[in-house]
């Protein structure tokens, strides 16, 4: 699912989002990464500070997503 946040989000929610089994990423309006999950990073190999700023889609294909 797409949730639109605009404000911007406490430090306690992503600290609640890394606790999640489940992959997840914030992205803005223009669908530019801001912020991934601890389980993201395990899924998948990225860190927030590899993908924040770029687009999403560029992460949903590729040699990660074949191997898995």
Do not use: K
């Not at 890394?18 to 803005?28: N, R, S």
């Not at 991934?36 to 040699?63: D, H, K, P, S």
């Amino acid at each position: 699912a797409i949730v639109e946040v605009r404000a911007p989000r406490p430090v306690d929610v992503m600290r609640a989002l890394d606790h999640l089994p489940l992959g997840v990423a914030l992205i803005d309006r223009g669908f530019n990464v801001e912020y991934i999950n601890a389980a993201y990073t395990r899924l998948l190999g990225w860190t927030t500070g590899q993908v924040r700023g770029r687009l999403a889609g560029e992460f949903l294909a590729g040699e990660r997503i074949e191997a898995l």
